[in-house]
């Protein structure tokens, strides 16, 4: 007895302890990165505040527009020592894959142009690398696959890509690349709006939040996530999304709002075969909207136990570019004991010379 007192006296101090260190790290627009990160001192970035933050951490985003790729070297590990991130109570804090752009030049007639270095996009330039065009087999990109995984929008709304620029001069909100050495061109017509002074944006990143393999127990609580620069995904590899779980287990993404994926929303990815290691995820009561691909896909990620309940997902493939194989709100392949219920999924489409309709739910292979 004396020694079972011992490993229970144990047990408690470490509970105790969790309890006691477990810190909240605050975030805001007016925040800087060299700060202390608490409430009164908050960071700038909340790729700061995941750089730093341990396992029992919460970290409190504050309104505004964070545009980064958060990329946390660590999740939790346990339902009770979890890394949280989420937006301040009542605040509507947003991380975004896109970048605003206010170096237009007016072309006349409604149309701007702005030249980008390839600099500006890093290792992956999105209007340089068409959708689909690795995976054809899987699906189909409209008008003979020109579509790309970059994306402009004006005041929050999309514009429809098209490929040439006599389209773009013959109609409003339309938009189209081309890249020359070093430099791309983004040419769009904004109609009577003048885009250097309303909010035009462009997708830059692939992904918006994706933890290492293996990541488990990360909440994502409240967030605004959109604006995502992702390719289209097949099952045969990484599932990249605006936020991918590859290969982790215990994730809970809940109350958040994610818009405008390129092709998908969340991916549940490549894991294992070991209930201790993967799956159980709970994905409850979001609104997923304007996704090409799919609200939510996985392959292998989605083990043992997963729930995806609660959910508003509507105006999957919006703008009517994809079709084909892989294109669902809900697209799942080898998924074991996974609960999807109570979901409202709406207007689901399909480019019509492919298939003619869409999926709410397509369990694929291998689903038990």
């Given amino acids: 007895m004396k020694a079972l007192h011992g490993r229970v006296s144990l047990v408690l101090v470490a509970a ?24 009164a001192n908050p960071y700038l970035t909340v790729s700061k505040a995941a750089s730093v933050a341990q396992p029992g951490d919460t970290t ?12 946390p070297p660590r999740g939790g590990t346990s339902e009770t020592a979890r890394i949280t991130y989420r937006a301040a109570t009542g605040e509507t804090a947003t991380l975004s ?13 409604g149309v701007w142009k702005v030249d980008l270095p390839s600099t500006f996009f ?23 696959g020109f579509v790309h995984c970059g994306l402009v929008y004006l005041n929050d709304e999309a514009l ?24 791309t061109s983004i040419y769009a017509n904004f109609g009577s709006a003048n885009p250097n002074t309303e909010m035009a944006e462009i997708n830059v990143r692939e992904m918006v939040f994706n933890a290492p393999s293996g990541t488990g127990f990360i909440a994502l609580q409240g967030l605004h996530i959109e ?30 709002v994610l818009r405008y994926g390129r092709a998908v929303g969340i991916s549940l990815t490549r894991g294992s075969n070991s209930p201790t290691t993967t799956g159980h995820h709970i994905i409850r009561n979001n609104i997923i909207q304007r996704c090409g691909q799919g609200a939510i896909a996985g392959c292998c990620g989605s083990h043992f136990a997963s729930e995806i309940y609660g959910n508003l997902m509507e105006d ?12 669902a709100a ?19 489409y399909s480019k019509a010379n492919v298939d003619g309709h869409g999926h709410a739910i397509w369990l694929d292979c291998g689903t038990q």
């Fill in 16 to 39: 105790v302890c969790c309890s006691v260190f477990a810190r909240e790290i605050h975030v805001s627009k007016s925040g800087s990165d060299g700060a202390a990160g608490d409430a």
């Fill in 60 to 71: 409190t985003i504050h309104a505004g527009i964070y545009r980064e790729f958060v990329n």
């Fill in 97 to 109: 894959g896109a970048e605003r752009i206010t170096t237009w030049v007016s072309q006349g007639s």
């Fill in 122 to 144: 890093g290792s992956r330039n999105p209007y340089t690398i068409q959708v689909d065009e690795n995976y054809c087999n899987y699906g189909c990109a409209r008008n003979g």
């Fill in 160 to 183: 429809h890509e098209v490929n040439s620029l006599s389209s773009v001069q013959g109609a409003a909100n339309n938009w189209y690349c081309s890249t020359s050495g070093s430099t």
């Fill in 227 to 256: 604006k995502a620069a992702t390719n289209w995904q097949p099952p045969s590899g990484i599932q990249e999304a605006m936020v991918c779980i590859e290969a982790g287990q215990r994730w809970i993404i809940e109350d958040c």
């Fill in 316 to 327: 999957i493939n919006y703008l009517v570019e994809f079709g084909g194989a892989e294109s």
């Fill in 330 to 348: 809900i697209k799942l392949h080898f998924s074991k004991d996974v609960v999807i219920r109570n979901n409202c999924i709406r207007r689901v």
